[in-house]
Every structure is written in C-alpha cells, then in structure tokens.
C-alpha cells in the first residue's frame, strides 16, 4: 500500500516516474495495494501539451501519446488493485487516469472534464476506459462532444467514481476502503482481474459460462483456497488477512 | 405467476428444485411470469460451500458449479419474464441469481455483496450476468475487488435492482408490476428476449438493424399482433390482456 | 444550429421530412448542432400505426420501418451533434428517436416509455440504440418487459437523458449547452464520432488502443489543431469559436 502523486499535467517526466512506481509496486508482494492521488488541490488537469506545441507531432510527441497510452493499460493491466482518489478537478488525460483505476473515491469538490473538442482535439487514448468499462458510448458523447463538466455526485452516478464524501470525510473513507482491501487474498485480486479480461474478450453467450465454471474450479482446486473456506468456516481468519492502520495522511511522493 | 422460495444457501437440492420449478413453469401456458422470493429475511446468501469443505474439488464440486452456472441461464434464457424480489441481503452466488432475473424489485432492507475474494475465490459464474448485462467493468471492479456491501438505493442507480420500495410497500409494488406484466403478451415476451440475445451476440453496425427490420416485420405479420393492433385502435382489448388479483401474500414454496 | 419539429406520430411525410431536414443540416457548414424538439406536449408518440393496420406488413409497411431504422441511424451517424430535447411523454418509435441523439436534455415533465409488448410487438429497431449505446440489457429488459413507464430523473439515471431541467428554465439549459457546442470544433466533432464508432467495432484489447494513439497523432497533426492549441496558450480563442446569441424560443417547423 502506498500513494504516488497525481501531480497537475502529464508531461514525460512524470508519466515515467508514475510508470516506474507501478512496476515496482506491482512485483512487491508487500504491496496490497495502490493508490492514486495528487499532493496538490487537482488531481490531474490532462496532457502537457508543451512538448506539442513546441516540437509538434514528431517522435516527442509520439512517444508521450504512447507513453500515456500504455500508462493507462498498466494502470488497468495491474495485478494489484489500483485506488485513485479524487479531491479537486480532473480534464481530458487526467480523466483517462482516473477511469484505468478498478476503484474511485472522490470528495465533493471532485469535477470531470473532457473538453478536448473545444481545441479541436479528442479524448481518443481515454475512450477505451470510458466507452464499455465506465459508461454507455451515448453518455460519453454527452461529457465530450458538450465538454461538460460533471460534479462527484453525477459522476458517481454516472459510473466515472464509486464513493462520494465529504472532504473531511475523505481519509477516513479511505482507511476503511484499505481495511477491506487488506483483507483481500492478493492472488484472488490477480486472477480476478485476469478473468474479466478473458471475459470481456470472449463472444457472448456459452463459451463465457463455461470458462467461468473451469476458472471457479481451478482456483477451488488451490490449497491456499481450500485452507482459507475451511478455516473460516472453522472461525479462522485467512493467512492473507492483515490489519490496516495507517498512519498520519497516506501519502508517498513519486519523485 | 408463481413464486419460488430462494432459500438461504445454495446446495445441491435447492439448486435442483430451482430447475425444476423454472422448467415446469416455463412450459405452463398458464403461467405468465415466475417470481422468485425468499420466504427468510435474506434473499441468498451464496453457495453452501458444504460440499467444497467436505469433499474438495472433486466431481461432487464440479457438479454443483455446474448446476450453478447453468441455473442462472435457464433463469435468463426462460422464455417468461423472471422477477427476483429483494427484501434482505444478497450475497455472492445469491447476487448471481437476481442479476440473472429480468426484473429486480427490492425493499430498502436489501444489501448486495461480492466478497469472494475475502476467501481466496472469484465470482466467475456471475460476472458473465453482471459484466454488460448489468453494469460496466469498473463498476464490477469497485464492488468485487473491493468486497462493498452496497444499499438498495445504490444498487439501483447501478443496475442490479429496477425498483426500490419501503418494506412495506412491497406487496403493493409487486401487485402493480404483475398487472403490467399480465397485460404483456407472453408471444412477445419471449420474442423479444430472443431478439436481444441474437442482438448481444451480432457485430455492432449494419447487421444489427437489418436484423431488428426483419424482426419487426415476422412479428408484425402475426395474425395475432395484427388482430391486437386493430382492436387497440377500436378500443378493445388484447385477447392475451389478463386482470391479476393475487390474493394474500404471493407465494408457493418450492419443496 | 436549427430546430425541427419531431411531431407526434412517426408516419412517413414526417419520417421523410426527417431525414430531408437533417441531410440538408449536415451539409450546410453553418449549422454547429440540430436540435430535435417537439412543437405539441409530447415529443413523440411513436409509430404511425395507421399504414399496419390499413395495409397489413406489405410494401408500405416494410417500407416505413425501413425508413424509421434509418433514420436513427443517420440521427446517429450524422456528423454534428444532435441534441434531443424532451418536455413531454416519449412513447415506443420516439424513446427510438431520443435515444439516437448524442445529448438528450428532458423536462422534469418528460417520460418515458416502451410499451410494445401490449401489443404483441416489440421494439426491435429501437434496441440497438438503447442497448450497450445507453444501458446494459438487463435495465431495458425491465423497462421493455415490464412496460414501466419511467419519469425524466429515472431516465436521468439509467442513460437515457443527460440533463433534467425545471419547464420553466429550458430554454436556459438549452442556451447554456449552445454556448459550450458553439466553442466546440465541428472537424473534432465529426472526427470524435466517426472514431467511436471504429472503437465500438473494434476488438477489446490492444488493438483498439494502437488505433486511439493513431488517431490522436493523426488529429493532432491537423494545422487546424496546431494553430488552435498553440493559440490557447497564448489566450487566443480558436478560429471556429462562435458565440450564441438566440432570440426567443428555439424553433423552426420542418414541413
């Protein structure tokens, strides 16, 4: 469990640095956990665009189009949770950060933006995140092609955030999220994530049933799962559980 | 109309009984929707991991995960209206169950919950009736790999439940729904839910509407469609309309 | 930026004044985005049902589903945005017409309704748009096999309008959303669209990103973009921002 900071615009430096983060923190088997969120009062204001304007679209600009591209992935690809956490504005790039998390905690000053269009612009590397894995293509055409700005509580209905709090509420929502997640088998969380991209890449219909009933067997088939049913049903706790207790606001800067 | 108990825990007998009833009452020309309700306070809390506990992974194991997987899809696939009534807490396996209705009623006591992988397993045989058929992935992956117990409010913003009522209101929402219900035709009914399972299963684009034309013109050709529309507009009545006055708490329980 | 009347009944002289009226704004530069609105209480009722039931499901009939299929597809597939604006009860053929625009802005007076399966009909050539488009299957199955009629913040909910407005400050939200379209790039637009449809075509997985990256840099490379972007940062508002300045209510009868 630790915290990378979201900082204000994705310029290279900081894709890199937040790349390197999570491929630390993915291998660390004491990491059970990840968490998003921005030292400074927005959580991600989009793209720097300053290497576009400067150089144009040469091989800069491609390589941090393709940098964000695959941040996005590693973000969603990750075999651990990834928590991001929302406590001012979000535009365009910082959207697409926000939607790759498996879970989204905002506080009511939260906003969502995706005004690519009014520069002429779209949101293209973001709307693999959107489109299906957060809403309806209809609902998406709403935020980009009006370039609204959503509150929390729209976007919590509207699947972009999973919690709404008010900001004073904000750490200790997040300490109790954390004591679930530590209560969470680590591996389950891995295979959990691998499943539903089996499924999601799978024809509807039969084939996605029957993968599901050979996926449940095998993990049943673990000694780690066998042990940990039955002793809870004996009243024991699993050999994942750990407690969670924090210290102080949960913060590491990524430098 | 008919209503079967859920039980509690899902174990091999309950799970066959399910079966049955579904089967009998598919074929019932008399019967124009199937209700399932729990006559305990929860609606389903699950598998009964007994078997798993008693006997491990073996063809015992293999059997019930199979009868499981394939309850949820006569629930889905039956060709009448499935209505799952909420009055108290899903879980796991239990949340399979009403995903796979076509109609979710709850009272305000409802609670939904995924917590798998608490013990190490995954939810496998009910992502497939919660991943687009219900909500987009990263809504799944806030409840599943967070392990959150959400309210009936919250579940029916995020499209597990249709309908949320006090409890007691409950027996007068159900008497509404079945009017509306009684007054459908069944023809229609089962037209339709093949439609749409021919509709998830067809490429996005052209295909899809060419396929909706033709639909609506098979259907439009019926002799009983054609009859029902030209009385609608003299004002009679369909010859499938039916008045539903259930009386006393609505109930038969599956032995 | 213009306004047609979406009538009551979808018979075909509206159908086809439909389509006449939304071909022409298209391909006339001046026109930003195309309002559908009603000038009666409803927006719209549905099918025309008088040619069924006159003529039977022969050549006129096949004729006028055809026609009513294509026109969601060219609401849909046009390359402005479409604003769907809503302040009364939306019936069948019409959730069709709502559910094919890119923003639906509705009255607290709008509902909406899908009741076919009275009939012994189903609305075939509405799903496609409802379906993935603006909700997953299981909440259209409540509202199609139920034939629950749901009020605007229902809809507001369930993805089927973006923004529910008091009758008295329509035009208000009409004109707040016509200042955010008149800022936006048409070419972005367009491009926006056509983009989303490739994606939705597209495999999940890695491929739909390479094309989003491709896409970005292609856009990107536009002078237009160039010029507006590098503008931006200077405080210059781009070549395409126009201001919007209506007079009166929003409105021009299609004949």
Not at 23 to 31: H, I, K, L, P, Q
Not at 120 to 149: D, E, F
Not at 235 to 254: A, K, Y
């Amino acid at each position: 469990m630790t915290d990378a900071a979201g900082g204000n615009r994705l310029n290279p430096a900081l894709i890199e640095s937040l790349h390197k983060a999570l491929a630390a923190f993915s291998e660390d088997d004491g990491v059970r956990f990840i968490l998003l969120r921005s030292n400074g009062a927005a959580f991600c204001l989009g793209m720097d665009l300053e290497a576009y304007t400067a150089g144009g679209t040469g091989e800069d600009f491609h390589r941090v189009v393709k940098a964000y591209s695959e941040l996005l992935e590693r973000i969603h690809g990750c075999s651990k949770t990834v928590v991001g956490l929302i406590e001012g504005p979000v535009k365009a790039g910082g959207v697409g950060v926000a939607a790759a998390c498996d879970v989204v905690i905002a506080s009511n000053g939260a906003s969502f933006e995706l005004s690519e269009l009014y520069l002429g612009l779209i949101p293209a590397n973001v709307m693999p995140y959107i489109l299906a894995m957060r809403m309806p293509v209809k609902r998406a055409a709403y935020l980009v092609q009006s370039a609204a700005c959503v509150d929390a509580l729209t976007a919590l209905h509207w699947g972009l955030v999973d919690e709404v709090h008010a900001p004073g509420d904000m750490e200790k929502a997040l300490k109790k999220l954390g004591r679930r997640l530590m209560r969470i088998s680590p591996m389950a969380t891995a295979r959990y994530k691998a499943f539903m991209e089996d499924l999601r890449a799978s024809p509807v219909g039969g084939q996605q049933k029957d993968r599901a009933v050979k996926a449940l067997i095998d993990i049943a088939s673990g000694e780690d799962v066998k042990t940990a049913v039955k002793g809870f049903s004996d009243g024991e706790t699993p050999l994942w559980f750990r407690n969670f207790r924090p210290e102080g606001r949960l913060s590491i800067v990524v430098q």
